[in-house]
């Protein structure tokens, strides 16, 4: 099974930039145990939010032809809450890649005010070979990113 914390992506910018979003549902999972009086979305999945979106922006820069894993998070700041009725905005920006590799930092707001910053966000990664894998990622892309097009050179 895959859990998404994000909806949609609305903008992707490869090698640069990536915007999404999560609309927070009353009828999310996990909020009955965050808490019972005063449901909120808890920071980890506002990060897991945030560092879904970061992922796709390095597997998209990278033309789909990788497989990456998160390896290291710093630098993460918890400014607010989100709530049953809220959306969070999710956007990323690459900061640098590396060798097998990419740093990404992101911010997670509500109403424009920022939730959660995540100041570095270092990815590993490995190349795929086979066409049919390299294929199959940017399906699955197309269908969870909400249907963004991406420009043809990406795609």
Same mark, same amino acid.
């Given at each position: ?50 560092? &879904? ?45 590396? $060798? ?34 390299? &294929?199959?990622? $940017? ?17």
């Amino acid at each position: 099974m895959r859990f998404l914390f994000y909806d949609r992506i609305l903008r992707m910018q490869p090698g640069h930039h990536a915007l999404g979003t999560r609309a927070v549902s009353i009828g999310d999972e996990f909020l009955p145990d965050h808490y019972p009086d005063r449901p909120l979305m808890p920071a980890s999945l506002i990060l897991e939010s945030v560092t &879904q979106v970061a992922g796709w922006l390095y597997i998209v820069t990278k033309h789909f032809a990788i497989s990456t894993v998160l390896g290291l998070v710093e630098g993460v700041e918890i400014l607010g809450d989100a709530r049953p009725g809220d959306t969070l905005e999710l956007e990323v920006w690459m900061e640098y890649g590396h $060798r097998d590799g990419a740093t990404i930092r992101g911010v997670a707001r509500v109403n424009g005010v920022d939730v959660l910053r995540a100041r570095r966000l270092v990815f590993a990664s490995q190349p795929l070979i086979d066409p049919a894998s390299i &294929q199959e990622s $940017r399906n699955l892309f197309r269908y969870l990113s909400g249907g963004l097009v991406l420009e043809q050179a990406n795609r």
